[in-house]
């Protein structure tokens, strides 16, 4: 082949190359100008100032690596940020959709959003799991899909439910149980007060009554059911917490905008209509 036409291809290679670095960046600010065009819908349909906190699988970069996300200290460092530079009587919209997280970083969310003078609603369109639920218990309004769930709040020291570490205790006498694992049970005895305190404070705060704030909080945080346990819209309202299940059009569209990684579908279906589902009847 001629030098001239060694050239050529190279250009070629290089221009292709160029492309492909580019293009992953391009379709981000797609992306975040269509995110934040819906977040301004949403906002004036409300009369909201909306917060989003959405943690999905997502690809990043040329090589198509991806990383999970969960709540974590800088999530809570932006939302309180978010939430300083809110007007203090404006509605908050929080559209949450998160596996969970940081325990400190969901409960300094969950406080921030507590105090709030106006009226906070928080909008799970599919999932709110433990963190995430502790959030959502921190709003005057719970907004779910019909079909969303929340989660319990039982804290987990690493991968280990706290309350299943206490109830070693009434399997074995002390002296068969070795000192690591009885520092286990000292710990998660801690950790199961403070989470059911923090959650009991946080429903008083937002005006629950004690006895119904005691209640809520022992159901939801002293491990009496697996950890993904789904808590539906049933569930909670027969807890008596305020479920509303009008979730608004554009926050199903916005969801469809944190895109998972590319690859095999595993779902394929034909688009029709959009058509709302039908809220649960009280």
Known sequence: M???????????FWLFFIFMFILPI???????????KLLKAIEEKNSSKVITMIHRQETRS???????????????????????????EKQID????????????????????????GKVRVIVPHFAMSGGTLIALAADEIVMDPHAVLGPVDPQLGTEPAASLVAIEKLKDPKDIDDETLVKIDMSKKALKQMYDTVKN?????????EKADKIAY?????????????????????????????????????????????IPTVQY??????KPEAVKK
């Not at 391009?26 to 975040?32: A, E, G, W």
């Not at 040329?62 to 200290?73: A, D, E, S, W």
């Not at 027969?238 to 690859?263: H, K, R, S």
């Open 2 to 12: 001629e030098p001239s036409g060694l050239y050529f291809i190279g250009q070629l």
């Open 26 to 36: 391009i379709q981000t600010q797609l992306l975040n100008y269509s995110r934040e």
């Open 62 to 88: 040329l090589f198509g690596f991806f990383m999970m996300r969960m709540i974590t200290i800088e999530d809570s460092e932006a939302v309180l940020r978010a939430i300083r530079m809110t007007p203090k």
């Open 94 to 117: 929080f559209i949450i959709h998160t596996p969970g997280g940081i325990a400190l970083a969901a409960t300094q969310i969950a406080r921030a959003l507590a105090d709030h003078k």
């Open 202 to 210: 946080i429903l008083i705060k937002k005006g629950h009554p004690e």
């Open 219 to 263: 159901e939801l945080s002293q491990g009496k059911y697996t950890h993904d346990f789904p808590v539906t819209v049933e569930f909670l309202r027969e807890l008596g917490i305020n479920v509303n299940t009008e979730v608004d059009e554009e926050v199903y569209a916005l969801m469809e905008l944190y895109p998972q990684p590319a690859g």
């Open 270 to 275: 034909l688009p029709e209509p959009f058509k």
